[in-house]
């Protein structure tokens, strides 16, 4: 079960969201997908989005672990798409294994083709908000191909960009959110099993979110979303019945 994609496994949500700025009226709706077809899925609905948006391809970027998990599949699943639906891969960026995220967002930014394209996001923390602020920079649209389990940034509209020199906060910039966010099972169950228990231990901390809910409508009155709160419950009970099964 995964934080960021309250869904069940094997099934597609369309959601609908308001249009971000910098993206095409017309593209009003948000996939969030977990399965082993996650990719196919994927790159049907970039296809989509392509000539809805009159796009001219797609820019894929990674990291080197990011590829070596899931580099391979994700080249294949949208060479498959270039050859069916004539919509081509522009460019396949590999970013630095300890590139800082500054450098790596001006890699993204030069070797990224001066044309409107679909930005497909594939790794962690580092490269979802690498790409987010990329296309932010560009007003290009994005979607992201989930690597880990422990995070909930895959569909945030935030980017947090590293301040200038050392011990220097890092400066919020409001950008948009992905298109899609994709779980490709197969990948993440191949994943470490340090990674795995991370990813287990952020969704059981889920319960303790609860608890700061409570404190704060009782302390400063805080409204309290029950819906909120049975998703968290119910995102912990399933993650424990899983392993424990």
Same mark, same amino acid.
Request: with cysteine.
């Given at each position: 079960?995964? $934080?960021?994609?309250?869904?069940?496994?094997?099934?597609?949500?369309?959601?609908?969201?308001?249009?971000?700025?910098?993206? $095409?009226?017309?593209?009003?709706?948000?996939?969030? =997908?977990?399965?082993?077809?996650?990719?196919? &899925?994927?790159? %049907? !609905?970039?296809?989509?989005?392509?000539r809805?948006?009159?796009?001219?391809?797609?820019?894929?970027?990674?990291?080197?672990?990011? =590829?070596?998990?899931?580099?391979?599949?994700?080249?294949?699943?949208?060479?498959?798409?270039?050859?069916?639906?004539?919509?081509?891969?522009?460019?396949?960026?590999?970013?630095?294994?300890?590139? #800082?995220?500054? #450098?790596?967002?001006?890699? &993204?930014?030069?070797?990224?083709?001066?044309e409107?394209?679909?930005? &497909?996001?594939?790794?962690?923390?580092?490269?979802?908000?690498?790409?987010?602020?990329?296309? =932010?920079?560009?007003?290009?649209?994005?979607?992201?191909?989930?690597?880990?389990?422990?995070?909930?940034?895959?569909?945030?509209?935030?980017?947090?960009?590293?301040?200038?020199?050392?011990?220097?906060?890092?400066? !919020?910039?409001?950008?948009?959110?992905?298109?899609?966010?994709?779980? =490709?099972?197969?990948?993440?169950?191949?994943?470490?099993?340090?990674?795995?228990?991370?990813?287990?231990?952020?969704?059981?901390s889920?319960? !303790?979110?609860?608890? #700061?809910?409570? /404190?704060?409508?009782?302390? /400063?009155?805080?409204?309290?979303?029950? %819906?909120?709160?049975?998703?968290?419950?119910?995102?912990?009970?399933?993650?424990?019945?899983?392993?424990?099964?």
């Open positions: 079960f995964i $934080p960021s994609l309250s869904i069940q496994l094997g099934t597609t949500a369309t959601l609908s969201s308001p249009t971000a700025v910098g993206t $095409p009226n017309n593209l009003t709706t948000m996939l969030k =997908h977990i399965g082993s077809d996650a990719l196919t &899925v994927l790159s %049907l !609905f970039c296809a989509k989005l392509c809805s948006a009159s796009l001219t391809g797609i820019a894929i970027i990674l990291d080197t672990a990011s =590829h070596q998990l899931i580099g391979r599949d994700v080249e294949d699943a949208f060479a498959a798409l270039s050859s069916t639906n004539c919509v081509p891969v522009r460019a396949t960026i590999l970013l630095g294994e300890d590139l #800082d995220e500054r #450098d790596a967002i001006l890699q &993204v930014l030069s070797e990224t083709p001066s409107p394209l679909l930005f &497909v996001a594939v790794g962690g923390a580092s490269v979802t908000n690498i790409v987010r602020f990329a296309a =932010h920079c560009t007003r290009n649209i994005w979607v992201s191909v989930m690597t880990s389990t422990s995070n909930d940034l895959y569909v945030e509209s935030t980017s947090k960009i590293p301040g200038r020199g050392q011990n220097t906060l890092k400066q !919020f910039v409001s950008c948009s959110p992905p298109r899609a966010v994709v779980a =490709h099972l197969p990948s993440l169950m191949s994943a470490p099993k340090e990674t795995i228990a991370a990813g287990f231990a952020t969704i059981i889920r319960e !303790f979110s609860v608890a #700061d809910m409570y /404190l704060g409508g009782l302390l /400063l009155n805080e409204p309290l979303d029950q %819906l909120s709160v049975r998703r968290c419950l119910e995102t912990v009970k399933s993650c424990v019945i899983c392993r424990s099964g």
